[in-house]
Every structure is written in C-alpha cells, then in structure tokens.
C-alpha cells in the first residue's frame, strides 16, 4: 500500500549525512564468501553442469552397452563356425578313417593329426577331434616330434602403438571394465587332459547333434565352440570341435565403442562450455545482485545502487528492475518517514509552546478574568494537541489497516447519498449556521460500484464534502457528481468558495497543509484529511487531484475534487 507522501514524494534531501564510503567491515567479507564471489565454480554452475554431464553420460552409456549388436555379431560368426565345421567333419570322414577287421572303419590318430593341422592352417581356427570314448585325439595346437608332443601358441602382434594411442586404448579397456555384460557367458577352462566331457558341445557332437558354446576368457574376448559328429555314413566315429577367438567381433564393437567414445568426448566438452557458459549468464549477475543488496543494506548512504540488468530481456532483468525499484521506494518510504516525523515535531511544538506560555502566565496573573482567558488557551492547545496526535495516530497506521481490510463491492451512489443526508440531519452549529446545501447527481453508463474498503471511501467522500463545506460562503452548495466513464467510477466534489490559490493544487495535499478558510478558529483542522484521502484512493489504485472552477471569463468559481476509482 502507499504511504500518504507516496504521490508527493519529497526530493532525496542532499543535506541527508553520508555514510564512510567503501568502509571495509568483517562482514563485507564474509558476504562475499557466502554469496561465492572467492568460488571458481559457483553451486548453480555446478549444478547445471552435473544435471547436464549425467543426461548425457545416462545417453552414452546405454548406447555403449551394444548388447544386441554384440549378440548379432555372434550369431553370424556361429553360422559360419557351423558351415566350416561340417566341411571340415566330412574331410575327416574321408581321409582319417582306417579300417578294422571286423570290417568297421575308425579314426586313425596320425592320419588325423595331420590332417587337422593341415586342415587348421587356412584361418588359424583351433580344432579338436575326439573319439567316441571321449578321448581327444587330435588338436591343431599340438604336434607329435621327435622329443614328444609339441604345443603351438599364437603370438600376439607387437604394440606399436604411440602414447596416444596407448592412453585411448587404456580409458577404453577401463571404460568397457565398467559396462555390463549383455549375457553371462561362462568362463573358459582348458584342463591339462582334455576329454569330451568337459565340452558340452563335444558331448551332443558324439551324440549325433550339431552345437555350439560360447565363453569368456579372463581378459573379456570371446571364445565361440562348434562341435560335429564326424560320421561313417550313419555311425558317429568321431567329434569335431571347432574353436576361434572372436577377435573381428572384439575389434568391431571396440570400432563402435570408440566412435560413440570420441563423440561423447566432443559432446561432453561442448556441453559442459555450454553449460559454463549458461550458468556463468545466471549466477554472475545473481552474485552481483546479491552483493549488492548486502552492500545496499550495511550501506550508510545511497552511493550503492542495484546494478542496472533490464537490457537482458529475462528474469533477471525483470529481477534487477525490480530490486532497482524496490530500493528506491524503500529509501522515497525513509525520506518519507524523516520527513513526516519532522512534521509531526513542528506540528506539536507550536501548541506546546503555546501551551506552555498559557501556563507560566497563568501562574503569574491573579485577575480571574485574565485567568479564564488564559485557561480557554490551554484548553483549546490541549484539543488542538488530541486531535492533532488522533489524526497523526490514524496515518501512520494507514497502510497496515488498509492491507489487512477485507475488501467488497462497494456502491458509491449510495455512499454518497448517505452522506449527504448525514451531514442535512447531523450539521455541526456552525455549519449550520453557513446553511450550505449537499445535492448528489448520479450518471453515467453502468452501476456506480467499486471493490474496495467501505469504511475507508467512506472517509474519503465525508473529508471532501467537510472541507468543501468548510470553504463555501454561507447559503452555499456543495455539488457532487458521481458517474461511470467505461471502466472507471468518477465522483466530483465541487464548493463555491474562494478556490484553490495558483499553484498549490498539489501542496494543499501535503501533510499538515495549513492554509484554511478565513474566520476559521486555529487549530480545528489538522491539515491530514486531504493527505490522509489522497492515501486511501491510491491503496485502492485510484488517483485524487484538485482544480478551481472557472467561469466564462475565467475567474474563480469554487474548487473542484476529482476522484477516480476503478470500477467494479
């Protein structure tokens, strides 16, 4: 709610003592700790960052997963697996079978051997033959020399790789540690003996069934197994098992991991200088504000202002104007108060003085005529004193009335009517003795209705109808006019009295305004009701002003007060 003074400010008193400017003080310092000027990262930033970083992390990491790829990978290695296993088992049948005495052929050890060895050569693929017992009887890993059996091992290439390389290899392999396996292959044994048993696919191989197995080395790769029966026409002599590291299939995974890697490398860097840098366009200019509010607050002047941020075009700006805007209401509201309470001091100081003088005189005079002249003085300073502290009682505590009063649909025709008929039943004597007539006139489009505080317009109308009857000359008429123009509610207080004097249309409704109308005893009035009114209509969202009535050769007819309020 605005004070009285809210449409009358006075101007920033330039007499008003300055604080030390930029006086160092402990809590400057602390303020700025806390508001994080001494941070590197501010808490929004850091939290922009980390809602932005784990969407995108979230969004690699469910991409770098390649489950289904994976699984498909593996199938079609399998499908291959299975065509070359039932080549290979069909060349042993025809070149590793021996023929027994009892007419049956069976698998021939040497023949055997080398013939998987040879056959072995082309992809590098490890085979294994074992016999229906279970025995293995061939391995394209080991030979049969001169000393003994003799075990084959592939040699990795070396690396020749740079640091580069070797650094990317290395973030990878820890990255790919953490990612889930897409199925929970067993992990590959080799015993020292090897039997069919130990392979489930050898077991359904010698049974006459075409399998597969798939397992895991320690280090992470693939072993993919395709066991065949190696048949005499319908009798299984034998079981082929077929074995490869999915190395094409580690390498193309780690093709498209490291792909997804080195554009989840690019994206997270622009991300995060995108957030920094959106998080750098919130919280500097929050700190900022924030600082200087703290400044504005300890300040002892008005050297410190709120930085000037509407340019923005965004919350911000709507945040600095309004911060801007609410600083200097608050210091208009200080000024205000100085100056108000500077009024209040004036104002009871004349009649205390008055009243003092009234008793140190009456102690001293013994003529009880001079006495009772001496004690009216002191009787009307001691009125003038109680309807000057009600009235200063009743603003100041204006605003917190108005703002806890509970507003409705108030009908201003008949408030006005009520009045005027209040004040024809109810005349002082001495306005009755001036005999100035109340006439209302209502017009207008629509109902006369407001929303707003009954009582508190009631006072308003009833302190423009005194004071207007207060200015009029005896067997005067006071006129008011109320009407609605769209979506306002206009009400005309008009006197025919000397007027409004040139210039003072704003001042008359300042605090404490003393000029009144002549023959009128001092002190009746304590120069409130028109700044008091003037309070009350802008709480409402309404404005009030004056003007003189001007006849056709423009002298003065009387003064006018114009009310606008918004309609209900």
């Known amino acids: 709610m605005a004070s009285d003074t809210a449409t009358a400010l006075p101007e920033r008193s330039s007499e008003r003592p300055a604080r030390v400017a930029n006086a160092p003080s ?11 000027r001494l941070r590197l990262l501010s808490p929004i930033t850091l939290r922009i960052l980390a809602v932005n970083v784990l969407a995108l992390a979230l969004l690699a990491g469910g991409i770098l997963f390649l489950g289904q790829y994976e699984r498909g990978l593996i199938e079609s290695e399998l499908g291959v697996l299975r065509a070359q296993s039932r080549l290979l088992g069909v060349a042993l049948a025809e070149g590793a079978l021996d023929s ?8 021939a050890v040497e023949p055997a051997s080398r013939l998987v060895r040879r056959l072995a050569e082309p992809d590098g693929a490890r085979i294994r033959l ?30 020749g790789s740079g640091m580069v390389e070797r650094l990317v290899n290395g973030a990878y392999n820890a990255i790919a540690r953490l990612l ?56 299984v002599v034998g079981a082929l098992m077929l074995s490869s590291k999915a190395l094409h299939i580690h390498d193309s995974i780690r093709s498209v991991r490291l792909g997804i890697f080195a554009a989840f490398t690019v994206a997270l860097a622009v991300t995060s200088l995108l957030s ?3 998080a750098s366009t919130i919280a500097r200019p929050v700190r900022l504000l924030a600082s200087a509010a703290e400044r504005v607050r300890h300040g002892r002047g008005r050297q410190e202002e709120i ?31 100085e100056r108000f309470a500077a009024d209040v001091a004036h104002e009871i100081k004349n009649p205390l003085s008055s009243l003092r003088s009234a008793v140190e005189t009456a102690s001293r005079v013994r003529d009880p005529d001079q006495q009772k002249r001496l004690m009216s003085i002191i009787l009307d300073d001691v009125q003038r004193l109680d309807r000057l502290i009600s009235d200063i009682s009743a603003a100041s505590r204006l605003d917190a009335e108005l703002s806890r009063a ?17 004040h024809g039943m109810s005349d002082s004597p001495a306005e009755s003795a001036k005999g100035v007539r109340i006439s209302v006139h209502l017009g207008g489009t629509g109902p006369l209705t407001v929303v707003g505080v009954e009582d508190r317009l009631v006072q308003v109308f009833r302190n423009l109808i005194a004071n207007a009857i ?36 704003e001042s008359i409704f300042e605090r404490f305004y003393s000029e009144r109308p002549q023959g009128e005893k001092f002190g009746t009035h304590s120069g409130l009701g028109l700044s008091i009114s003037r309070q009350i209509v802008a709480a409402h969202g309404g404005e009030v002003r004056a003007e003189n009535r001007l006849g056709p050769e423009n002298q003065v007819l009387g003064a006018r007060f114009i009310v606008t309020l918004r309609a209900a």
């Open 406 to 422: 509970n507003t409705g649909v108030v009908d201003i025709g008949r408030m006005l009517g009520a009045l005027a008929e209040i």
């Open 180 to 235: 889930p396996t897409p199925s929970r292959f067993p992990r590959y044994r080799e015993a020292p003996v090897q039997r069919a048993e130990q392979y489930i696919e050898a077991l359904r191989a010698l049974g006459g069934d075409t399998s597969h197995a798939v397992r895991r080395l320690d280090n992470g790769m693939l072993v993919l197994s395709v066991a065949t029966p190696v048949q005499d026409f319908k009798r």
């Open 470 to 505: 207060s200015f009029s000359p005896p067997g005067g008429e006071v006129v008011v006019n109320a009407s609605r123009h769209g979506d306002r509610v206009i009400v005309r207080v008009e006197d025919s009295g000397p007027g409004i004097p040139p210039g003072k249309e």
């Open 276 to 278: 920094i840098y959106l």
């Open 130 to 159: 074992f016999a229906p017992d279970g025995r293995l009887i061939a391995d394209s890993r080991k030979l049969l020399g001169p000393g003994g059996v003799i075990e084959i091992e592939p040699l990795t290439d070396p690396d």
């Open 26 to 36: 402990a809590f400057d310092h602390s303020a700025e700790h806390r508001h994080g």
């Open 100 to 107: 027994r005495s009892e007419g049956q052929r069976e698998l």
């Open 307 to 337: 930085p000037d941020l509407s340019d923005r075009q965004d919350e911000i700006g709507d945040l600095s104007a309004a911060l801007r805007e609410m600083t200097e209401a608050l210091w208009q509201r200080m000024d205000a108060i």
